[in-house]
Nanobody
């Protein structure tokens, strides 16, 4: 069983930056593909970025060059550095851990990011 706790959300003006953190407990961290998803009001949850245990990353097109995902395997923590934020980035951001063997997903409780214009 894996527990995920996110932090770092908040209110920021357009063009600003935020850094989200997600600390995992339980499980073997290296066995998980870690990712960030977001859900805006009235929309489905969507992938933002993922990172493998070896550091390979994947981003949705709209955040490339602005967001950076990283992980510290020793601290069991994954980060999302968000720069040049836009109002359309406003959403609840969720941390995800996907077991690479079973495909089972674990989710954090979510953290609100609001970007004002």
């Amino acid at each position: 069983q894996v527990q995920l706790v996110e932090s770092g959300g908040g209110l920021v003006q357009a063009g600003g930056s935020l850094r989200l953190s997600c600390v995992a407990s339980g499980g073997i961290f290296s066995n998980y593909l870690m990712g960030w998803y977001r859900q805006a009001p009235g929309k489905q949850r969507a992938l933002v970025a993922t990172i493998t245990s070896s550091g390979n990353t994947n981003y949705r097109d709209s955040v490339k060059e602005r967001f950076t995902i990283s992980r510290d395997n020793a601290k069991k923590t994954v980060y999302l550095q968000m720069n040049s934020l836009k109002p359309e980035d406003t959403a609840v951001y969720y941390c995800n851990a996907r077991n690479i063997r079973s495909g089972y997903d674990y989710w954090g409780q979510g953290t609100q990011v609001t970007v004002s214009s």
